[in-house]
């Protein structure tokens, strides 16, 4: 019995026949968390599990799922703990959100910053253009 | 033996307390004496410990659970650290060595007696926890004949000098943070502080950049998976605090040459040595459940996050107070070197909380909701590479930039050869790499970053030309480098994520197969016997044309702790590394292995790339240090 269920999760690591199609497998199982290991995607993992979610996906991409399709029955089978890019709706969005809005947000502040120095009227300030301070870093 | 080192740790922790009491009261002489006091203690304890390792004294619990009579000499000494008592004893011993060296090189003052005295405390907390919550010297009631081992995974050249140079790089930040809380207790942060910390900050950040490559080196040979980065909260630990620490050692600049941005500095500086701390936590603690968290327990990760409070709260209470007093130093026009170097820290603020984000955010979501979720690989790489992209394009201009105003003609037009080279390289790169663009992009400004460097060279050299090269300052070069570095990474990191390609194959022996240009034939497998493991090895040959080239990838299996290793067999060729690991054997209808095979181009880069960036760091701390060698005078500031 283990002993065919390791052949069924050697053999099911074929490449599909279409490049294109094994090229999306293959990034959708760098994106898939196995289940029964700790923090690997299933493209990574020698469990048998993984070799069988491998497998799963392969499947799915033949019989013409979208990667969006794929994703979505992993999520529904073992919960968005299984998907290691979070989804963009619910509680995902904040994260997606988080580093541009961060960046926006300081990088607004800092231009009033120094539009509000520009309003003040002071004189123009001139480079310094002095040979030792600048090749002494 | 074992008792005289426990003793001795106690008293390094009565002789941090002492110092840190001493600085308080002002008697500079009894704190410096008090560190120096620690440092044998801890040395002697330190010592005690590494002899009970290459002894095998199996009556020290530590020993037997981490340490085995036939393992090489070599792993029995880095055994002493490759575990979590021994690893806090090396924290400890770290911490206390930074405020030892600050006795010795640092100019007597009140700002030296303060910080030595924080580096004492500093200390005292992980003494306090090493003694009363994780001690190394614990006895075990009758020795056993031979002990369990060390993780296989660990005995390995590049993952013995990880921890130490990991800490040298996070301890290392603890002096910068004991000279920012020094600075903020005595109101004296400005150009002068920011004079003495850049050396300190340069150097642990160098190391830091050391430690953590050292890490990817092992991932990439050691664990058979052909990639060196995973998104893994364990490595996303480290890497927070060496965003910040690139920061650091960029915003410093501006405050030692032009006395701006100080509270801007002496946060980050603070700020770099509680993400270490966070670091620990994370990793000791288990909370993130992740591959490396070995060291499973609740207990320890509450007491260092009692110890990652006091700290930061001692520190962030001194900035409160002293923060909004601090000078703000000399006025700038937005487009100027100094405004180039705020855009730098955005960035890589920004990187650093989207890292911190992303890797708290599975635990935040599952106390508050309850809900499961996962953050990996495709969240960061398409948050942090447009925020990296853009970062890095702009150190040729802010290199070409002069100090407080600048006009961005001139900048630009010096930039015009190095421009066209990147774009000639983009359109290269969109030939070769098939169209695709994030890798497309990443090429251009990785020549982009080379080039520009290269063009400040020229630049700084000035008439001279290639005369004048043995004249450039220690701090240029180190500048160079580390940016020439930054642009080979960059290449690298996005030829090897894109252009790498990699297949599992089920191989009866005689079969053969096909990969990019190279074909393999597997001959068998056959049993050896190592030191204290035995061998399954493969043979495979691969062939290109009139190439042939052996490779013999090999699974272990170490009886001592039960646990099997992949040896992966790696031989460099043109078109990249080729890269072989051996999986599990298969029986029943077909028998064979399954054998991992892929083809990394330019991965070189990406380590020689790391590699470089920690030589200039080390050389621009080189630099800083012969400077304050030298009289100060040529230090100073023109008029305004």
Request: proline content about 5%.
């Amino acid at each position: 019995m283990i002993e065919a269920l390791i052949l069924a999760a050697a053999l099911s690591d074929a490449p599909l026949a279409d490049a294109g199609m094994e090229a999306r497998a293959q990034i959708l199982m760098r994106e898939i968390r196995c289940v029964s290991c700790e923090n690997e995607p299933i493209s990574q993992s020698a469990s048998e599990i993984a070799g069988d979610m491998r497998h799963l996906v392969r499947m799915q991409i033949k019989d013409g799922a979208s990667d969006e399709e794929v994703r979505t029955y992993f999520a529904a089978r073992y919960g968005d703990f299984v998907l290691f890019r979070p989804k963009v709706s619910g509680g995902g969005a904040f994260l997606w959100a988080f580093p541009f809005a961060l960046l926006l947000w300081v990088a607004g502040a800092l231009f009033m910053a120094m539009r509000a120095r520009k309003n003040r009227n002071k004189p123009a300030l001139s480079p310094i253009k002095d040979v030792d301070h600048e090749n002494d870093i | 033996m074992i008792e005289l080192g426990h003793i001795s740790v106690f008293l390094a922790m009565a002789a941090c307390l002492a110092s840190a009491i001493f600085s308080v009261m002002g008697k500079s002489q009894e704190t410096n004496r008090a560190m120096l006091f620690a440092m044998g203690a801890t040395t002697f304890a330190f010592f005690v410990l590494v002899r009970a390792f290459l002894g095998s004294d199996f009556s020290l619990e530590l020993v037997v659970n981490h340490s085995h009579s036939l393992k090489p000499v070599f792993y029995k000494f880095a055994g002493t650290w490759g575990n979590h008592e021994g690893s806090m004893l090396l924290w400890c011993l770290i911490t206390i060595a930074f405020g030892t060296v600050a006795v010795c090189v640092m100019r007597p003052s009140e700002l030296k007696t303060k910080a030595i005295g924080v580096q004492g405390g500093l200390a005292f907390l992980p003494l306090v926890y090493l003694l009363f919550a994780s001690s190394p010297f614990t006895r075990l009631e009758t020795a056993p004949f031979d002990g369990s081992g060390l993780n296989p995974l660990l005995q390995d050249p590049a993952l013995a000098f990880h921890p130490p140079f990991l800490y040298l790089g996070y301890v290392g930040f603890s002096f910068v943070f004991s000279l920012a809380a020094a600075g903020l207790i005595l109101n004296e942060v400005g150009p002068e502080w920011a004079k003495r910390a850049r050396p300190w900050a340069l150097f642990a950040w160098s190391c830091l950049t050391i430690g953590i490559s050292l890490g990817g080196i092992w991932a990439y040979y050691e664990l058979g998976w052909g990639g060196w980065w995973f998104w893994d909260p364990v490595e996303n630990a480290s890497l927070m605090p060496w965003l910040v620490g690139a920061a650091l050692v960029h915003s410093i600049i501006v405050t030692q040459k032009r006395g701006s941005m100080a509270s801007w500095t002496v946060f980050l500086s603070v700020l770099t040595f509680c993400l270490s701390i966070l670091g620990a936590f994370l990793v000791r603690s288990g909370v993130l459940t992740s591959v490396h968290a070995f060291a499973l327990d609740p207990e320890r990760g509450r007491l260092l996050l009692i110890g990652l409070l006091l700290v930061s709260g001692f520190a962030f209470s001194l900035f409160a107070w002293r923060g909004p007093g601090l000078k703000a130093g000399s006025e700038f026009d937005p487009i100027s070197r100094e405004g180039a170097l705020i855009l730098n820290n955005l960035f890589f603020s920004v990187a650093a909380a989207t890292v911190l984000v992303g890797t708290l955010y599975p635990l935040a979501m599952e106390v508050v909701t309850g809900d499961k979720l996962s953050v990996g690989s495709p969240y960061f790489d398409l948050t942090l590479a447009p925020l990296m992209g853009v970062l890095f394009l702009a150190p040729p201009i802010a290199q070409a930039m002069t100090w407080r105003a600048a006009s961005l003609s001139p900048v630009l037009k010096r930039l015009i050869v190095a421009g066209a080279l990147a774009v000639a390289a983009g359109v290269a790169g969109f030939i070769l790499l098939a169209g695709k663009l994030w890798a497309v992009f990443g090429v251009a400004v990785g020549v982009w970053l080379i080039a520009g460097t290269i063009t400040d060279l020229i630049k700084r050299l000035g008439e001279g030309g290639l005369s004048r090269l043995p004249k450039l300052s220690l701090s240029v070069w180190g500048l160079t480098i580390a940016h020439v570095g930054l642009g080979l990474f960059v290449i690298g990191a996005v030829v090897e994520t894109n252009g790498r390609i990699e297949r599992t194959f089920a191989m009866a022996q005689n079969e053969v197969v096909e990969l990019g240009n190279w074909s393999f034939a597997f001959n068998g497998v056959e049993g050896v016997e190592g030191p204290n493991y035995y061998s399954d090895k493969a043979s495979i040959l691969a062939t290109n044309g009139n190439r042939k080239t052996e490779l013999t990838p090999e699974k272990r299996y170490y009886p001592a702790s039960g646990m099997p290793t992949t040896e992966v067999a790696i031989r460099k060729s043109f078109a990249g590394d080729l890269y072989v690991a051996l999986g599990d054997p298969i029986r029943g209808e077909k028998t064979g292995w399954t054998i991992r095979i892929s083809i990394n181009p330019m991965i070189d880069f990406v380590f020689g790339g790391v590699s470089l960036i920690a030589i200039g760091g080390f050389l621009a701390f080189a630099g800083q240090r012969r400077k304050r060698a030298s009289p100060p005078s040529t230090e100073t500031v023109p008029a305004e």
